[in-house]
C-alpha cells in the first residue's frame, strides 16, 4: 500500500476509534472499576445473581427459539427465493428488505397495535365469533417480534449461499441417481452451512441482547438481560454494574464471531 493510498485510510481509522475502540474501552473500564475507583469483578459477578441469572437463562431460550424458528422459515424462503425468476432479479429480495426501511421500533408499535387485548386481531376474531387471543405481555409476543425483526437477517445470507451453489453439482447428483431429498442433504444443505451460520449468528446475537422488544410486547413483564442492563444506565445510573454485565454479554457475541469464522470460509456472512 502505497503512502497516499495509507492517507485515504486515517478517516477511517479516526471513525473506528471515535465510534467503536474509545466506547468499548469505556465500557472495560467501568465494568472493572468500583464507586470508589478501584479495581473490582463484583460487576461481572453480579451475572450469577439470582434475578440476573435468570433474565439471562430467559434471554438464552427466546434468542434460541426464535433463532430457530427463523431459520426453519428462512432456508425454504431463500431457495423459493433462489429459485425464482423474480428472486432472481431482485424483486422479491427488495420486498423482503423493504420492512427493513422502516425504524425497528414502528415496526415493533405495529404489533403492539395488532396484539393488544382491544387490538385489531382482537377486533377481527370477535367479529367472526372466535375467541379473543391473548398473545401480548407474554414470551410468545416478545418470540413473535424477534422473529418478525430479525428474520430478514436469516433469510438474505441462506439466500446468498444458495446463489452461488454451482447447479452442475445438483445436476451430477441428479444424474447419479440422488432423490430431491439427497440432494437438498447432501449437497445443498452442506454448501448452505456458511450463510446458515451467519444467519444464526446475525439473529441469535440482537436477540440475545435486545430489550426495545420485549418492553414493549412484554409490558415490562418479560425481564431479559438486556432490560437489566438497560434499567442499569438508564435509570439507576449504575454505569459500573451495567458496563461488568455488558462485558460478560461480549463473551457471547466473541464466542458467536469465533463460531462464524470457523465455518464462514467462503464468503458466505455477506448479505449481498
Not at 461481572?44 to 439471562?56: K, V
Not at 424458528?69 to 431463500?78: E, N, Q, T, V
Not at 375467541?131 to 413473535?144: C, D, F, I, K, S
Amino acid at each position: 500500500m502505497t503512502i497516499a493510498n495509507r492517507r485515504w485510510s486515517i478517516p477511517f481509522l479516526v471513525w473506528i476509534a471515535i465510534g467503536t475502540i474509545i466506547p468499548l474501552l469505556s465500557i472495560v473500564y467501568y465494568g472493572l472499576t468500583s464507586r470508589t475507583g478501584g479495581l473490582t469483578f463484583q460487576n461481572i459477578t453480579a451475572i450469577l445473581e439470582h434475578d440476573n441469572l435468570q433474565a439471562l437463562g430467559l434471554s438464552l431460550g427466546l434468542s434460541v427459539l426464535s433463532t430457530l424458528i427463523c431459520l426453519i422459515i428462512a432456508f425454504p424462503m431463500a431457495m423459493i427465493l433462489a429459485n425464482s425468476k423474480y428472486g432472481k432479479q431482485g424483486f422479491l429480495i427488495f420486498v423482503f428488505i423493504l420492512p427493513m426501511w422502516m425504524n425497528f421500533l414502528l415496526r415493533t408499535m405495529a404489533w403492539q397495535v395488532l396484539l393488544e387485548r382491544n387490538g385489531v386481531i382482537n377486533a377481527l376474531l370477535t367479529t367472526f365469533g372466535l375467541p379473543r387471543q391473548e398473545l401480548m405481555n407474554t414470551p410468545g409476543a416478545v418470540v413473535l417480534g424477534m422473529v418478525y425483526d430479525f428474520l430478514p437477517f436469516m433469510i438474505l445470507p441462506i439466500y446468498n449461499a444458495v446463489v452461488k451453489i454451482d447447479k452442475h453439482l445438483v445436476e451430477a447428483a441428479r444424474d447419479l441417481g440422488a432423490g430431491k431429498l439427497k440432494v437438498y442433504t447432501k449437497v445443498v444443505l452442506p454448501l448452505t452451512v456458511p450463510g446458515i451460520v451467519s444467519g444464526i449468528t446475525m439473529v441469535f446475537i440482537p436477540a440475545l441482547t435486545t430489550f426495545a422488544i420485549s418492553n414493549m410486547l412484554g409490558g415490562g413483564k418479560i425481564n431479559l438481560i438486556g432490560n437489566i442492563i438497560e434499567q442499569e444506565f438508564t435509570v439507576n445510573t449504575n454505569w459500573y454494574l451495567g458496563s461488568g454485565m455488558s462485558l460478560v454479554m461480549m463473551v457471547f457475541i466473541i464466542a458467536s464471531m469465533l463460531l462464524l469464522n470457523k465455518f464462514d470460509k467462503t464468503g458466505g456472512a455477506s448479505l449481498l
